[in-house]
């Protein structure tokens, strides 16, 4: 999807287990996003990123942590992952902070 | 891929006809709209968008009519194909804020 490639595509994982998704773009956009996707919801932003170690919170960021060492790749953590995390997660990339996102084509994490 | 179909609102067409998808959104402040569509085992994508100082925005077969004093947005698919179907979301922004997005409609097309 234009450049951006979200790996694993499909993780079980047990409850209490870390796990660790990746995005990774070739476009060099400044913003990178990580969503989750549920039945009944709407996609619900997780974490964000305008730079290079700079992140910020999304609404549902309880227990999830974000990294970006280099802007190419942004890595959204579970600590320790729960059943209520269970959901497809998608990674965006964007040059401006409202237009223009571009989506991965998601992770499906089941936590058992 | 990975897709998110269950629990959604459906729209049954037949190819050909024409598809109306509506959308409410929240915030009488929003600007700017979006309409993104997601098809089975892909993330979303764009279709159009439209500023709030427009009633209107015509696309290929897709225009979007905005009616801000109820609201309400809607995306209109001409000729509507098979390849359309697919979970059809809007999105609303305000100012420099990220969009926050709505729950979608399923858009069926039958042959």
């Known amino acids: 999807d234009a450049g951006i490639t979200q790996s694993p595509r499909h993780k079980v994982t047990e409850t209490g287990t870390p796990v660790t998704l990746r995005c990774h773009q070739t476009?060099?956009?400044?913003?990178m996003y990580w969503y989750r996707q549920d039945p009944g919801h709407g996609l619900r932003l997780i974490h964000y990123?305008?730079?290079?170690?700079?992140?910020d919170k999304g609404e549902v960021s309880d227990g999830y942590s974000v990294s970006r060492s280099k802007t190419e790749d942004f890595l959204l953590t579970l600590e320790s992952a729960t059943s209520s995390q269970t959901s497809v997660y998608f990674c965006?990339?964007?040059?401006?902070?409202?237009?223009?996102?571009?989506f991965g084509s998601g992770t499906r994490l089941t936590v058992v | 891929g990975e897709s998110v179909g269950l629990h959604l609102p459906t729209l049954s067409v037949q190819e050909g006809d024409n598809s109306i998808i509506n959308c409410a959104y929240s915030?009488?402040?929003?600007?700017?709209f979006i309409w993104y569509k997601q098809e089975s085992g892909k993330g979303p994508q764009f279709i159009i968008d439209?500023?709030?100082?427009?009633d209107k925005r015509q696309g290929q077969r897709v225009t979007v009519l905005l009616n801000k004093t109820v609201k309400h947005l809607s995306l209109q698919i001409a000729a509507t194909q098979p390849g359309d179907s697919a979970v059809y979301f809007c999105?609303?922004?305000?100012?420099?804020?990220?969009?926050?997005f709505g729950r979608g409609t399923s858009l069926i097309v039958h042959p």
């Open positions: 476009e060099n956009h400044r913003y």
């Open positions: 965006a990339i964007s040059t401006d902070l409202v237009y223009g996102y571009t």
């Open positions: 999105a609303e922004s305000r100012g420099s804020y990220i969009p926050t």
């Open positions: 439209i500023r709030s100082n427009m």
């Open positions: 915030n009488s402040a929003s600007d700017y």
């Open positions: 990123s305008y730079g290079v170690k700079d992140t």
